[in-house]
């Protein structure tokens, strides 16, 4: 079975330090993954997304920016929070192909101060 | 201009009754999923469909897109039923697909 792991759950930082998401996909060879933002009590907007190691691509520029290191792995990072960075960032993954079912990780929720 | 209205956004049942949550799109899509946002934040998976109609114990759902709409059907509301649910759609840019969200129904069930 596959399993999507986020880390960390939460982050309290404060503006103008950097950062870094981590999310791990295990039992699924050479997924689609995705990053999303959320802010609070608002919808989901698409981040990134990448189809294989080494290759991102920007969907929404918000100062933010992501790698694929690793098959299993996707990175969210900034070296300079903005008050703007609050929310809640998920990970998800899909097999490849054009409308497959998105599976997502429980979320890392940030807070910018 | 928006593609997805999903309604109602708020919506509060008693135990035991039920209520249907819509999305209307104002493109073809190609498929729907439905989600639930527990209070944790976590988003559960409830329904994909390509087609037709699938249902999950409380729930049904059914994406009928010749005509545009999704519905998710909740009968018996339970209280761990309370939370955001969103409905998210793909259709076709070019060679490419892309996904479109909701604005969520937020739904609490009370006693």
């Known amino acids: 079975a596959q399993t999507i792991h986020q880390w960390p759950v939460a982050e309290i930082k404060a503006v103008g330090s950097p950062l870094s998401l981590g999310c791990t996909i295990k039992?699924?060879?050479?997924?689609?993954l995705y990053w999303y933002w959320q802010a609070t009590g608002g919808t989901l907007q698409q981040l990134f997304y990448?189809?294989?190691?080494?290759?991102v691509e920007s969907v929404v520029q918000l100062n933010l920016s992501a790698s694929r290191p690793k098959d299993d792995q996707f990175i969210l990072s900034t070296e300079k929070l903005l008050l703007s960075h609050s929310g809640f960032y998920l990970c998800?993954?899909?097999?490849?192909?054009?409308?497959?079912?998105?599976?997502f990780g429980h979320g890392t929720k940030l807070s910018v101060l | 201009g928006d593609q997805v209205e999903q309604s109602p956004s708020a919506l509060s049942l008693h135990e035991g009754t039920g209520s249907a949550l819509r999305c209307n799109f104002t493109t073809t899509m190609r498929a729907v999923q439905w989600f639930q946002q527990n209070s944790r934040g976590s988003l559960i998976n409830l329904f994909y469909l390509a087609s037709g109609t699938k249902e999950n114990g409380r729930l049904k759902s059914t994406f009928n897109s010749k005509e545009s709409y999704s519905t998710l059907h909740i009968r018996d509301a339970q209280l761990e039923d309370s939370g955001t649910y969103f409905c998210?759609?793909?259709?076709?840019?070019?060679?490419?697909?892309?996904?479109?969200w909701g604005l969520g129904t937020s739904l609490v069930v009370n006693p």
């Open positions: 039992g699924k060879s050479s997924p689609n």
């Open positions: 998800a993954w899909s097999l490849t192909g054009g409308f497959e079912r998105l599976f």
């Open positions: 998210a759609a793909y259709y076709n840019v070019g060679d490419n697909s892309k996904l479109i």
């Open positions: 990448s189809i294989t190691v080494g290759q």
